[in-house]
């Protein structure tokens, strides 16, 4: 009889854990050196890169995987045209592994890409896909790879920086998933480097290209520059080979913090962004707008400001009283800081989803009077997820904040942020979290204190988070944790693929890792 109620207590101690969705682990097997980027094919078959020894005599690492298991291995090897070049970067392109580099000489800079086979050796010779002059007393530029979603096209962007009062030039070449080069072009805007920041580069499904720009006016000789105070206006430019399409976005007296761009076949252009108010710092709320870039006409917009009882529903009774006697001296509502557009997705009905999470780093540095020795702490904060829906027809259906806290220091965060898919009318985050934020039963405990992500074998939960699409209702669970997996999930490397709605998971423990497949259904 003690031994059957001993065994009621056992089970019933244990905590129960969310199985929404069915996740297929592989082993736990050796890795070799640090993930930098997962690459998938399908299923259980990708690719991976990763950085393998010291920050000085290290080098990049490529493994071919299948059903999970390594089956191939090799050191990539940085060259091309026969001499030493730069890595800037992988992907799969048309289902081949593709490295890209550069090299500078001859007074120009190059950018190759280089087919890689399964057995992880290069196949041929490197190709060049595109060059540009390096003018004499002027940056020397950078490169960079565009993708579109449906991964129907590739793109090689590069950017030369102009002096303080000169524009910055930029180029591309487009090319769809066969290696055909669909467009290329050269140009500069119309306006000084200094005086702009460029937000997104984006390849749409139909291999146009756009980017997003943020205008801002000259400060002052006694003002300092800031970005809230010097805000003018936001520019979506349209290249092609001939022309500079500007399609100039007024929001009438307030300013884009930042902003995440999506098309469709036709050419329908969705931005949606965060907004703050003209001259003050923080974030006000949220805005969309849906325009036809062909015809140069907005076909609606909309407004969403942050209420107050919204922005302060997690903050402590202390902080609470300090933002109302800052309000009593006038000293301005509650406000968001440091949010950042993470994903936006139209979908299928022409709605739009969208997600940003607070993001932010702390450095604080310390010398020693003894010695002078200086040291230097980075912390770094990944904290509440703000998701929304936009309607069909216009307007914010809802707006919901997903509690949590992430801080780690010295490393970059790699166990913080989250994973985001869609599914079944669902829109779902997985993160890491801490077990005491959830009940026995898994259950996210509502009202109570949120405690910090823990990334111990005894604290740590995986969480997540079901919003209904249809009324923004969140159901929060546990979905599995540490022990169950024997190591610790990477959700900044989770990637995602709708073409076969799988979402390809990456854990860690120690030197070991794991690999794992959610599938879904959408």
């Known amino acids: 009889m003690r031994f059957a109620v001993l065994l009621i207590f056992v089970i019933t101690s244990l905590?129960?854990?969310?199985?929404?969705?069915?996740?297929?682990?592989?082993?736990?097997?050796?890795?070799n050196g640090r993930m930098i980027s997962v690459l998938p094919k399908t299923g259980e078959d990708f690719y991976a890169l990763r950085w393998s020894g010291g920050a000085l005599m290290g080098s990049y690492r490529l493994s071919n995987h299948e059903n999970f298991k390594i089956t191939a291995t090799g050191k990539l090897q940085i060259k091309a045209d026969g001499g030493m070049a730069n890595f800037e970067g992988a992907q799969v392109i048309g289902k081949k592994l593709m490295v890209f580099l550069s090299d500078k000489k001859e007074g120009k800079n190059h950018f190759f890409m280089q087919e890689?086979?399964?057995?992880?050796?290069?196949?041929?010779?490197?190709?060049?896909?595109?060059?540009?002059?390096?003018?004499?007393?002027?940056?020397?530029?950078?490169?960079?790879?565009?993708?579109?979603?449906?991964?129907?096209?590739?793109?090689?962007?590069?950017?030369?920086?102009g002096k303080k009062e000169e524009k910055d030039?930029?180029?591309?070449?487009?090319?769809?998933?066969?290696?055909?080069?669909?467009?290329?072009?050269?140009?500069?805007?119309?306006?000084?480097?200094?005086?702009?920041?460029?937000n997104q580069h984006y390849l749409s499904n139909t291999g146009d290209y756009f980017i997003n720009v943020i205008e801002y006016e000259e400060p002052t000789e006694k003002k300092l520059f800031k970005s809230y105070l010097n805000y003018k206006a936001m520019h979506i430019f349209h290249i092609t080979p001939d022309d500079l399409v500007d399609f100039t976005i007024n929001l009438e007296g307030k300013r884009v913090e930042a902003?995440?761009?999506?098309?469709?076949?036709?050419?329908?252009?969705?931005?949606?962004?965060?907004?703050?108010?003209?001259?003050?710092?923080?974030?006000?709320?949220?805005?969309f707008l849906r325009a036809n870039f062909d015809k140069q006409e907005i076909i609606d917009e909309g407004f969403e400001k942050f209420g107050k009882d919204f922005i302060t529903q997690d903050w402590s009774d202390r902080q609470k009283e300090k933002a109302e006697k800052r309000e009593k001296k006038g000293k301005g509502e509650p406000q968001l800081y440091n949010y950042q557009m993470r994903q936006t997705e139209v979908l299928k009905d022409g709605s739009i989803i969208g997600s940003m999470e607070q993001y932010y780093i702390v450095v604080n540095s310390y010398t020693d009077p003894k010695t002078g020795m200086t040291r230097t702490t980075?912390?770094?904060?990944?904290?509440?997820?703000?998701?929304?829906?936009?309607?069909?027809d216009g307007g914010f259906e809802w707006l919901k904040k997903i509690n949590k806290y992430q801080v780690s220091t010295n490393d970059g965060g790699p166990y913080s942020s989250y994973a985001r898919f869609i599914d079944n009318g669902k829109l779902c985050f997985i993160f890491n979290d801490h077990v005491k934020n959830y009940d026995l039963s898994g259950k996210f405990i509502v009202g109570?204190?949120?405690?910090?992500?823990?990334?111990?074998?005894?604290?740590?939960?995986?969480?997540?988070?079901?919003?209904?699409?249809?009324?923004?209702?969140?159901?929060?669970?546990?979905?599995?944790?540490?022990?169950?997996?024997?190591?610790?999930?990477?959700?900044k490397l989770f990637k995602i693929d709708y073409s076969t709605n799988e979402m390809l998971l990456y854990a860690v423990y120690g030197k070991k890792e794991r690999f794992g497949i959610l599938k879904f259904n959408e």
Do not use: C, H
Not at 15 to 31: A, D, H, M, P, T
Not at 279 to 285: E, F, H, L, R, Y
């Open 15 to 31: 905590r129960i854990f969310s199985q929404s969705y069915n996740v297929k682990w592989g082993e736990l097997e050796k890795g």
């Open 116 to 161: 890689y086979g399964s057995d992880m050796l290069p196949k041929g010779n490197a190709v060049e896909l595109a060059n540009y002059e390096l003018e004499k007393g002027k940056s020397k530029g950078s490169f960079d790879i565009i993708v579109s979603r449906d991964k129907a096209f590739f793109g090689v962007i590069w950017e030369i920086p």
């Open 378 to 392: 980075y912390t770094y904060y990944y904290n509440d997820i703000v998701a929304f829906k936009v309607g069909v």
């Open 448 to 491: 109570e204190k949120t405690y910090p992500a823990n990334f111990g074998k005894k604290k740590n939960v995986v969480a997540i988070v079901e919003i209904d699409l249809e009324n923004g209702d969140i159901n929060r669970n546990t979905f599995f944790d540490r022990n169950e997996i024997n190591a610790l999930a990477v959700p």
């Open 259 to 287: 902003v995440t761009m999506n098309s469709d076949n036709d050419k329908l252009f969705t931005l949606t962004g965060i907004y703050g108010d003209q001259g003050k710092a923080g974030v006000t709320g949220l805005f």
């Open 169 to 198: 030039r930029y180029g591309f070449k487009i090319f769809d998933n066969e290696m055909n080069e669909v467009s290329d072009g050269d140009y500069k805007l119309p306006f000084v480097g200094k005086l702009s920041m460029i």
